[in-house]
């Protein structure tokens, strides 16, 4: 994709006008969203590449927030543009905070949701980096769009969120004395449910990027790592080659996987999917629970599909009541729960797309948090400060913080999360 092609999709107004007429197809139509760099970048201001010594001719500048943009957690942020790989930034980055609403039922039990209460429900956090393939466009759709479907699918779980176990129907009914028995012997807890509405969230934006892209003639894709805390605790998902990992004073736990096997139950369910002549009108591909019952029908019930780990709940139809084809348990979103950690000051995550990667390891981005934290605690911004820090040794040709002489000419956007502050108080999170 070349800058010139991109700009004139993407930056209205901006120099170089049409092509020249050219027996061609129809020109695609420009793209629904403008390039930009994340929101919370606004009135920022580049940093040099390096942090001391003279700039090189080649050195790329490094932007985080300004100085009075606070992040949710007084997280960290730093991101580098490509070694003129391309004239944009193929990385996209979002964070900020999710208000959670119920929704309430109509006056008969079947009825569907009528509307969700004005007040919030729950609250929670969100930080999510995308990494474009094939140009920037499927990166910007998923930064504008993933969080609004993450907080649709978590309203329509809501009233399964607060209840221990999780209710075998939504609304609360009972068709099953067992019900109860059933989720149990599942597994099934609450914190399945924000996994399937991650899941769910992912497939809803996947889709409408596909959408969006062939309505405007244009290719691409992205990857998406997301950590969402809610209810004390925080999940990490991941679909790509982002990276995720905890750093505390004594160990290294990474929170993704670049490439997470399918299980054996979603590689089935997902055959069925695409070919779904081999149920043979006998068998339905979700999973549920229980067998369901024809009192289950026009219920929101616990269930799951191929693509999904966790759970969520969808109305019964007729379709559903067929005799299960597959039963299992699989898990693709990592949980930490703050409460049970024990963190201490300098625990943080380091999300950071796979620029960072290619060149540190887990354990050299340990050693560098490590090492910068302890005497910057009195800095308000040290998290933002960390993550150029780490930028600035993917980039450095010599006096790299790890002694190594390593560039990366990719991308390289990273999030620095703090989790001790919240751990404190972490119930309301």
Request: with cysteine; charged share 25%; aromatic share 8%.
């Amino acid at each position: 994709m070349s800058a010139g092609w991109f700009r004139r999709r993407f930056l209205p107004g901006g120099p170089g006008g049409p092509l020249p007429a050219a027996p061609r197809s129809p020109r695609p139509r420009a793209s629904p969203v403008p390039y930009r760099r994340p929101r919370f970048l606004r009135g920022s201001a580049s940093g040099p590449a390096a942090p001391d010594g003279p700039r090189r001719p080649d050195a790329r500048p490094v932007r985080c927030p300004a100085r009075g943009r606070a992040l949710p957690w007084n997280a960290g942020y730093a991101e580098i543009i490509n070694a003129e790989k391309s004239e944009f930034n193929e990385d996209q980055a979002a964070c900020g905070k999710l208000s959670i609403r119920r929704c309430e039922f109509g006056p008969e039990e079947d009825q569907e949701w009528l509307t969700l209460c004005p007040e919030e429900f729950l609250t929670g956090h969100y930080w999510a980096l995308f990494d474009g393939h094939g140009g920037p466009a499927a990166a910007i759709l998923a930064a504008n769009t993933l969080h609004s479907c993450l907080r649709r699918q978590l309203e329509a779980i809501g009233e399964g969120m607060v209840a221990t176990p999780p209710p075998m129907h939504l609304s609360g009914r009972c068709v099953c004395p067992s019900d109860p028995q059933f989720v149990e012997e599942k597994g099934i807890r609450t914190e399945d449910l924000v996994i399937g509405a991650l899941e769910n969230a992912f497939q809803e934006c996947d889709e409408v990027i596909r959408r969006e892209l062939e309505a405007s003639g244009q290719v691409g894709g992205c990857t998406a790592l997301v950590a969402v805390s809610l209810k004390g605790k925080l999940y990490v998902a991941n679909a790509g080659d982002s990276r995720a990992i905890l750093v505390r004073r004594d160990e290294v736990q990474p929170l993704s996987s670049e490439f997470t096997p399918e299980t054996e139950r979603q590689r089935i369910q997902q055959l069925a999917f695409v070919y779904p002549e081999l149920l043979a009108d006998e068998f339905t591909r979700l999973e549920f629970p229980r067998r369901l019952k024809g009192d289950d029908l026009g219920q929101k019930v616990l269930f799951r599909d191929y693509y999904m780990s966790g759970w969520s709940y969808k109305c019964v139809e007729k379709s559903d009541l067929k005799y299960p084809l597959i039963h299992g348990q699989g898990r693709q979103v990592t949980v930490l729960d703050l409460d049970q950690l024990e963190l201490q000051e300098e625990d943080v995550v380091v999300m950071a797309t796979d620029g960072l990667w290619d060149v540190l390891s887990n354990e050299q981005v340990a050693q560098l948090v490590r090492s910068f934290l302890p005497g910057n605690r009195e800095d308000p911004h040290r998290f933002s400060e960390l993550a150029k820090m780490l930028i600035h040794s993917t980039q450095a040709k010599d006096g790299s913080p790890t002694g190594e002489e390593q560039v990366s000419y990719d991308d390289v956007s990273v999030f620095v999360i703090p989790l001790y502050s919240q751990s404190q108080g972490s119930s309301g999170h």
